[in-house]
């Protein structure tokens, strides 16, 4: 998830709330692993996703990775391990070498990227956040695929306008990963329809919103989640009315919709 100011102002306070009461009044702990953001009503059925099939498997670039953004007082705002493991296999499968990311924070899903892309691949890489990208950049450069990245500090609006500019970069994006800020989302969209090829994904990131989604306008909810809660739940139904895409809404993490651009 890109920084922005709302949800980094949150982060703090949704750490606080990792603290629950159980039926018995006593204090219970929400799963403490960092990115948790499983939609699975049972923590120690996602611990045992994580632990069988996420952790044995994951490469030690990006276990350094991870174990270095939970140092970072917002690291609720990186990417879940379960999610970096579906993001590298869904590359491989697709054969991506030309990605985008929008958002980037410390680096977790974009290393899963470059690991996941050939050595010749690239990625456009943007955040309005340099720092946190550099605290995960050395993880990056000791797995060796520093090479592939562009990274560019600020938003992300007036990078895409300017590769629209050129005609060349029409339709030549195999892959873009979204992760920033909701309310631009559907911005994002209109212009990554433009520059993703033909049969490309566009993958938009937190697309199940905490379950905020589902609740009552009224119900109660942090800050940070109240505040982009319409703006998803417009961007879901903007994607299911898109002909020009075929979607797939995934509960990995805190939900992820594919779209495959078609027309």
């Known amino acids: 998830m890109a920084s922005t100011a709302t949800e980094a102002a949150a982060q703090p306070a949704a750490a606080a709330e990792q603290q629950q009461v ?27 996703i994580l632990e069988t099939s996420v952790y044995p498997r994951e490469p030690e670039s990006m276990k350094e990775l991870r174990e270095v953004t939970a140092k970072h007082p917002w690291n609720l705002m990186t990417t879940s391990a379960d999610e970096g493991q579906f993001l590298n296999m869904l590359l491989k499968l697709i054969g991506a070498k030309k990605t985008m990311e929008i958002g980037v924070y410390t680096g977790y899903s974009l290393l899963a990227t470059a690991l996941a892309i050939p050595e010749d691949g690239t990625i456009l890489a943007m955040d309005i956040n340099r720092e946190n990208y550099e605290l995960g950049l050395p993880c990056i450069e000791k797995a060796g695929v520093a090479h592939k990245i562009d990274f560019r500090e600020g938003p992300a609006l007036p990078v895409l306008d300017q590769l629209l500019e050129d005609d060349a970069n029409h339709g030549s994006f195999d892959f873009v990963f979204v992760d920033a800020d909701k309310d631009n989302y559907l911005n994002y969209h209109e212009r990554l329809m433009k520059l993703v090829k033909m049969g490309g994904l566009i993958g938009y990131d937190n697309t199940l919103w905490n379950g905020s989604v589902v609740l009552p306008a009224d119900a109660p909810m942090r800050k940070y989640i109240r505040y982009y809660r ?11 009315a898109d002909d020009r895409v075929e979607i797939c809404q995934l509960p990995v993490g805190d939900g992820v919709t594919l779209c495959r651009r078609v027309k």
Do not use: C, M, P
């Open 230 to 240: 319409d703006f998803v739940i417009e961007l879901n139904k903007a994607l299911a």
């Open 22 to 48: 159980n039926g018995n009044g006593e204090q219970k702990t929400r799963h403490s692993e960092v990115g948790h953001k499983s939609l699975l009503k049972s923590d120690d059925l996602y611990q045992y």
